[in-house]
């Protein structure tokens, strides 16, 4: 059984227009997002067809209304089951409430409280059209500045973010055991924030099948980041290995970053989740 799957950092609310255009002109099964403003993806599950999950990542407020920011799981088949796997310090549900400037580098430091952010592997348990299930998985992870030839963008600014490091590889750590409890058939999502090539992209490419093709060099929109031309492959999609990869598709011209869009085959063999 093949499906289609789109994996895509839609930047909130900044390109919805372009996202949705995309989703009517791929019709893909499944769209996993980061950065997904919750109003936007109930409005574009509505319109186009979808049911969902979401898991936010923080409370975007303002002086009129509040939002909830996060990453999103849409199928065009059933989801049969939704789950919620935080692995971030903090015990409660409840997203931090932050305002959106608080989300971005300024002068070259990171958000000082990114680390209180409710970082979840969300997981949709779903049906395909010949019975078959699939777990689909996605989430965002903490960006973590290091000393790295060639990318500026990521390098350490203060010593005292040497301890990012660390508090990157607890939750490295966390996601990697949940996702060793999950039976496959697995499809993982992400937008890491750390590029291949670097110990928190390739220790889980050791865990699932890297299903990105090795020649590209960047998933950073060469035009629409803040930052241009990151040669930076930090967005991922990654599978147990009874699913493999029919096509791999990078689309640019959307959002910050690129969007991956691939035709997927759970293998004939694999023992499905009931």
């Given amino acids: ?51 969902f999950a979401f898991s936010p990542l923080v409370v975007l407020a303002d002086d009129v209304e509040s939002d909830q920011e996060g990453s999103a799981i849409l199928s065009k088949y059933p989801i049969l089951e939704i789950q919620k796997h935080g692995y971030n310090d903090t015990v409660s549900a ?26 979840t592997l969300l997981t949709a348990r779903v049906q395909l059209g010949d019975g078959q299930t699939v777990t689909i998985s996605t989430t965002h992870f903490p960006v973590t500045d290091h000393s790295a030839h ?77 930052a241009k031309d990151l040669k930076l492959v930090v967005d991922t999609i990654m599978t147990s290995s009874d699913v493999s990869t029919q096509s791999f598709d990078v689309i640019e011209g959307v959002s910050d970053h690129k969007a991956f869009f691939a035709t997927m085959r759970v293998n004939a063999s694999a023992k499905f989740n009931k």
């Avoid at 499906?3 to 227009?17: M, P, S, V, Y």
């Avoid at 203060?158 to 490295?172: C, K």
């Avoid at 697995?186 to 670097?198: H, I, Y």
């Fill in 94 to 119: 409840i997203p931090l409430e932050v305002a959106i400037d608080d989300l971005v580098t300024k002068n070259g430091e990171r958000p000082k409280n990114r680390f209180a952010w409710n970082y």
């Fill in 150 to 226: 060639g990318y500026e963008d990521h390098v350490i600014k203060n010593l005292q973010n040497v301890d990012d490091m660390g508090h990157s590889r607890t939750y490295l750590d966390r996601l990697i055991t949940t996702l060793r409890s999950i039976l496959g058939p697995l499809v993982f999502t992400a937008d890491l924030n750390n590029p291949r090539g670097e110990y928190f992209y390739d220790t889980l490419a050791h865990e699932l099948v890297d299903q990105v093709p090795l020649s590209l060099t960047s998933s950073i929109d060469p035009n629409l980041h803040r």
């Fill in 1 to 51: 059984m093949t499906f289609d799957i789109l994996h895509l950092n839609i930047e909130r609310d900044k390109h919805t227009d372009a996202v949705i255009e995309l989703l009517k002109e791929k019709n893909p099964h499944v769209v996993c997002f980061a950065e997904a403003m919750r109003s936007d993806v109930v409005a574009i599950s509505a319109q186009l067809g979808y049911t």
